[in-house]
């Protein structure tokens, strides 16, 4: 790895931090280029004089008027005296006391480019040990002189040994810091447990990761921390990487809802490095993807039988048609052919449902409020029941606005309210309940009072053409369902009660961000499209600015604080991207993003984490209905 012009620098400053003499390099024009920590603790120097480009004629006039050579009677020509014997350099070696008593070596030789080094040690121990050695050197022995010249090594070369030592020891909490840091930014949990499945290390994101639980997590044990449900989850894996293998794996969190994909990885000393993030939003994005390559595999495969049976179907209604207005046809032939009229009509009819369950549907989400979502099921639901049977519709989601395909979710609840209708028969109760789940997931159950689901309507309850009912039944109704809720990436689940048959549906929870008449600051790169969102939001009675990358956007946002609201699209000029504008303006302005990227991408599945999301193309009905409310928004 090539190593930075500013890393390089920075090795060559600890290197010089390292070594005990003082060292300064001035150059031709007498400018400090060079000098290390010592020099500056040795003469205890300001930050300005050990900064590169001092002169080497404010050093020495500070030092003269700090008294560092002793009573000096013209200063002025001191110094100027100095700085000629500088300019016309020669190599040399002098040792002098300084006004505190301390005995230092100079050294200084010149530069092949111009300049000169000096170096500067602090000799004074060593004049005292030679002094002491003088005076007693008729009464000590060869061998105790040289054992004094051994120690004097040795102290010299501890010294330097805790100098070194300490630099690195500066560089290693420099760099610890950094990498923590750097960590508790990462959105996702980094951890170490040892032998025992207790912390040692964690970033403090498993709250942020997985709700609920605590950040400072330090000390306790995983199963503590994570609950038992979600410790039992990751048990197994996690006693798999105790045995030496690393184990990727994915589970839902019960407590919080959300889909957990996590990495244990051992670490050779018995213990397991940990990391774990939300991929709720990939989750539900990757179901609806793959719904979506379920059904065009099915268009293509059903499209072809559909246009031929249909023609056969057609054929057999004509003629079997044209047999009923022959004069004279014996009763039983009439009574045949008119069973095959009906029996071919059936298949239309069938042939029908199979079209709309695999024709192209296209998930068209807008600002859905809840409390008139469950007033138009109520009233589409109530003519449909018979006398005996009573509607109960509970809600305890807040009164807000979400991000919804409304016909969808109406048609699959009205969908469930029938079946359980058919369920309860002449008598009954049928339980409507809408929720949200720690903002995660909006969720409805439909429950009755029926029997419940048999086991192999458990099985195969979502599979086509599966039922119960009969010939009344095409077997279509849950599978209809089943298709629309992961088309918007939702889970379906069939259950019972003891009391009942109980369908759980649950959809990604995407608050709308709302706001009144405004002004909006528009970010879009293209011009053709800023000009047709532009007109959008004119047309909405909004008042518009616009931007072309986040970074513009950023400084009008400093200087027009009116603004209400941000619509942005995800990919903008520049190095910064709409999610980073977002994340920029939360909790100052609700911000709004649009992409035409697919579900599966990277970027979109982090804008959804960002920002409520807008998927190009949209019309100027759904931007109208997603812009009202701001403070909702901002607290979303």
Same mark, same amino acid.
């Given at each position: 790895?090539?190593?930075?012009?500013?890393?390089?620098?920075?090795?060559?400053?600890?290197?010089?931090?390292?070594?005990?003499?003082?060292?300064?390099?001035?150059?031709?024009?007498?400018?400090?280029?060079?000098?290390?920590g010592?020099?500056?603790?040795?003469?205890?120097?300001?930050? *300005?004089?050990?900064?590169?480009?001092?002169?080497?004629?404010?050093?020495?006039?500070?030092?003269?008027?700090?008294?560092?050579y002793?009573?000096?009677?013209?200063?002025?020509?001191?110094?100027?005296?100095?700085?000629?014997?500088?300019?016309?350099?020669?190599?040399?070696?002098?040792?002098?006391t300084?006004?505190n008593?301390?005995?230092?070596?100079?050294?200084?030789? $010149?530069?092949?480019?111009?300049? #000169?080094?000096?170096?500067?040690?602090?000799? @004074?121990?060593?004049?005292?040990?030679?002094?002491?050695?003088?005076?007693?050197?008729?009464?000590?022995?060869?061998?105790?002189?040289?054992?004094?010249?051994?120690?004097?090594?040795?102290?010299r070369?501890?010294?330097?040994?805790? *100098?070194?030592l300490?630099?690195?020891?500066?560089?290693?909490?420099?760099?610890?810091?950094?990498?923590?840091?750097?960590?508790?930014?990462? $959105?996702?949990?980094?951890?170490?447990?040892?032998?025992?499945?207790?912390?040692?290390?964690?970033?403090?994101?498993?709250?942020?990761?997985?709700?609920?639980?605590p950040?400072?997590?330090?000390?306790?044990?995983i199963? +503590?921390?994570?609950?038992?449900s979600?410790?039992?989850?990751?048990?197994?894996?996690?006693?798999t990487?105790?045995?030496?293998?690393?184990?990727?794996?994915?589970?839902?969190?019960? *407590?919080?809802?959300?889909?957990?994909?996590?990495?244990?990885?051992?670490?050779?000393?018995?213990?397991?490095?940990?990391?774990?993030?939300?991929?709720?939003a990939?989750?539900?994005?990757?179901?609806?993807?793959?719904?979506?390559?379920?059904?065009?595999?099915?268009a293509?495969i059903?499209?072809?039988?559909?246009?031929?049976?249909?023609?056969?179907?057609?054929?057999?209604?004509?003629?079997?048609?044209?047999?009923?207005r022959?004069?004279?046809?014996?009763?039983?032939?009439?009574?045949?052919?008119?069973?095959?009229?009906?029996?071919?009509?059936?298949?239309?009819?069938?042939?029908?449902?199979?079209?709309g369950?695999?024709?192209?549907?296209t998930?068209?989400?807008?600002?859905?409020?809840?409390?008139?979502?469950?007033?138009?099921?109520? @009233?589409?639901?109530?003519?449909?029941?018979?006398?005996?049977?009573?509607?109960?519709?509970?809600?305890?989601?807040?009164?807000?606005?979400?991000?919804?395909?409304a016909?969808?979710?109406?048609?699959?609840l009205?969908?469930?309210?029938?079946?359980?209708?058919?369920?309860?028969?002449?008598?009954?109760?049928?339980?409507?309940?809408?929720?949200?789940?720690?903002?995660? #997931?909006?969720? #409805?159950?439909?429950?009755?009072? &029926?029997?419940?689901?048999?086991?192999?309507?458990?099985?195969?309850?979502?599979? $086509?053409?599966?039922?119960?009912?009969?010939?009344?039944?095409?077997?279509? &109704?849950?599978?209809?369902?089943?298709?629309m809720?992961?088309?918007?990436?939702?889970?379906l689940?069939?259950?019972?009660?003891?009391?009942?048959?109980?369908?759980?549906?649950?959809l990604?929870?995407r608050p709308?961000?709302?706001?009144?008449?405004?002004?909006?600051?528009?970010?879009?790169?293209?011009?053709?499209?800023?000009?047709?969102?532009?007109?959008m939001?004119? &047309?909405?009675?909004?008042?518009?600015?616009?931007?072309?990358?986040?970074?513009?956007?950023?400084?009008?946002?400093?200087?027009?604080?009116?603004?209400?609201?941000?619509?942005?699209?995800?990919?903008?000029?520049?190095?910064?991207?709409?999610?980073?504008?977002?994340?920029?303006?939360?909790?100052?302005?609700?911000?709004?993003?649009?992409?035409s990227?697919? $579900?599966? +991408?990277?970027?979109?599945?982090?804008?959804?984490?960002?920002?409520?999301?807008?998927?190009?193309?949209?019309?100027?009905? @759904?931007? +109208?209905?997603?812009?009202?409310?701001?403070?909702?928004?901002?607290?979303?």
């Open positions: 790895m090539a190593v930075t012009d500013s890393r390089r620098q920075e090795l060559m400053a600890a290197g010089l931090n390292l070594i005990g003499q003082s060292l300064t390099i001035y150059d031709s024009d007498l400018r400090l280029a060079v000098c290390n010592p020099f500056q603790r040795m003469f205890d120097l300001p930050d *300005a004089l050990v900064t590169p480009g001092a002169t080497f004629e404010d050093t020495i006039r500070h030092l003269v008027n700090r008294g560092e002793g009573e000096v009677a013209d200063v002025d020509a001191f110094v100027t005296e100095r700085v000629e014997q500088a300019r016309a350099f020669e190599p040399h070696y002098m040792e002098r300084r006004s008593g301390r005995i230092i070596s100079v050294e200084g030789a $010149p530069l092949p480019q111009g300049g #000169w080094v000096t170096v500067y040690t602090d000799i @004074t121990r060593t004049k005292q040990q030679e002094a002491l050695l003088q005076s007693r050197s008729e009464e000590l022995s060869d061998q105790l002189n040289t054992y004094a010249e051994e120690l004097s090594s040795t102290n070369a501890l010294a330097a040994m805790n *100098a070194a300490q630099e690195a020891k500066r560089e290693l909490t420099e760099i610890e810091a950094r990498t923590r840091l750097t960590t508790e930014m990462m $959105p996702a949990h980094i951890a170490h447990v040892d032998a025992s499945g207790h912390y040692t290390y964690s970033n403090r994101q498993l709250s942020s990761v997985m709700p609920g639980r950040s400072d997590i330090s000390g306790m044990h199963s +503590d921390a994570l609950g038992a979600a410790y039992n989850r990751v048990a197994p894996h996690l006693s990487a105790y045995d030496g293998q690393p184990s990727v794996f994915e589970f839902t969190d019960d *407590a919080s809802a959300r889909r957990i994909r996590a990495a244990f990885t051992p670490d050779t000393r018995g213990g397991v490095y940990i990391l774990s993030m939300d991929v709720t990939e989750m539900q994005a990757r179901v609806a993807l793959q719904q979506t390559r379920r059904r065009a595999l099915a293509q059903t499209s072809g039988l559909t246009h031929d049976f249909s023609n056969l179907l057609t054929i057999i209604l004509g003629l079997q048609s044209k047999l009923l022959q004069d004279g046809l014996p009763p039983d032939v009439r009574e045949m052919a008119g069973g095959t009229l009906a029996a071919a009509r059936r298949g239309g009819t069938l042939l029908s449902s199979i079209a369950m695999t024709a192209d549907r998930l068209r989400p807008r600002a859905t409020d809840l409390r008139h979502l469950m007033d138009n099921l109520r @009233t589409l639901a109530d003519h449909t029941l018979p006398a005996g049977v009573t509607l109960e519709i509970d809600s305890t989601a807040p009164n807000q606005t979400i991000m919804l395909d016909g969808m979710a109406t048609d699959s009205l969908n469930l309210i029938l079946n359980a209708r058919d369920a309860c028969g002449a008598t009954g109760r049928i339980r409507v309940t809408q929720r949200i789940v720690h903002n995660t #997931w909006i969720e #409805w159950q439909v429950s009755d009072t &029926g029997p419940g689901f048999s086991d192999r309507a458990l099985s195969h309850g979502f599979d $086509p053409f599966f039922t119960t009912k009969g010939a009344e039944g095409s077997g279509l &109704g849950l599978p209809m369902v089943y298709d809720t992961k088309l918007a990436g939702g889970d689940r069939l259950e019972n009660t003891g009391q009942g048959a109980r369908v759980v549906l649950r990604p929870y709308a961000a709302l706001t009144e008449q405004a002004l909006v600051l528009l970010v879009e790169d293209r011009d053709d499209l800023r000009a047709l969102y532009r007109d939001l004119t &047309g909405l009675n909004h008042s518009v600015i616009e931007a072309a990358s986040a970074d513009e956007a950023s400084a009008l946002m400093a200087d027009l604080p009116e603004i209400s609201l941000v619509l942005s699209d995800i990919q903008l000029a520049g190095e910064a991207t709409g999610i980073d504008l977002a994340e920029r303006l939360t909790g100052v302005v609700p911000v709004v993003l649009m992409t990227l697919p $579900p599966d +991408d990277p970027l979109f599945q982090s804008a959804q984490k960002a920002a409520p999301l807008l998927q190009k193309p949209f019309g100027a009905d @759904t931007l +109208d209905a997603l812009l009202t409310h701001p403070a909702k928004a901002i607290a979303s």
